[in-house]
């Protein structure tokens, strides 16, 4: 027990220090990645989604920006968004499949039928299933 209270309160000391580098570099995309996984980790999904957008408008061409933007969306349950994130984050060289087919953040995403179309765009599609 002592060691999840201190996990968590270790990650909030991280996200007050990460939002104070904010402040003073809004425009730090390095920042701003580790800001938004600690949201997502704290389950501050909104604030992670929030994040993940101001980056995919900064890195519109990166693959793990819309990638982490699906996943975001997925998590609040915005299925049809995150199907299209995936699709830009594929389109921009996103093919890390194995991941894509377990990562819990997606479980929604893969759960809709909208996957039947990323789930299509895999290699080997047939040797794979969706979960």
């Known amino acids: 027990m002592k060691e999840t209270n201190k996990k968590k309160e270790d990650l909030t000391v991280e996200i007050g220090f990460l939002e104070g580098?904010?402040?003073?570099?809004?425009?730090?995309?390095e920042t701003l990645?580790?800001?938004?996984?600690?949201?997502?980790?704290a389950g501050r999904w909104k604030?992670?989604?929030?994040?993940?957008?101001?980056l995919a408008q900064l890195l519109p061409k990166d693959?793990?920006?819309q990638y982490n933007l699906a996943?975001?969306?997925s998590l609040l349950g915005?299925?049809?968004?995150?199907a299209e994130a995936v699709h830009r984050a594929i389109e921009l060289g996103y093919n890390h499949w194995d991941w894509l087919m377990k990562d819990p953040d997606l479980v929604n995403l893969r759960k809709g039928e909208e996957f039947k179309a990323i789930f299509a765009?895999?290699?080997?599609?047939?040797?794979?299933?969706s979960t």
């Open 21 to 29: 580098l904010r402040a003073r570099m809004p425009d730090d995309t």
């Open 33 to 41: 990645k580790l800001l938004g996984d600690d949201y997502t980790r």
């Open 47 to 54: 604030e992670g989604l929030d994040v993940d957008r101001e």
């Open 63 to 65: 693959s793990m920006v």
């Open 71 to 73: 996943c975001s969306m």
């Open 78 to 82: 915005r299925v049809r968004e995150s």
């Open 121 to 129: 765009l895999m290699p080997d599609r047939t040797a794979k299933k």
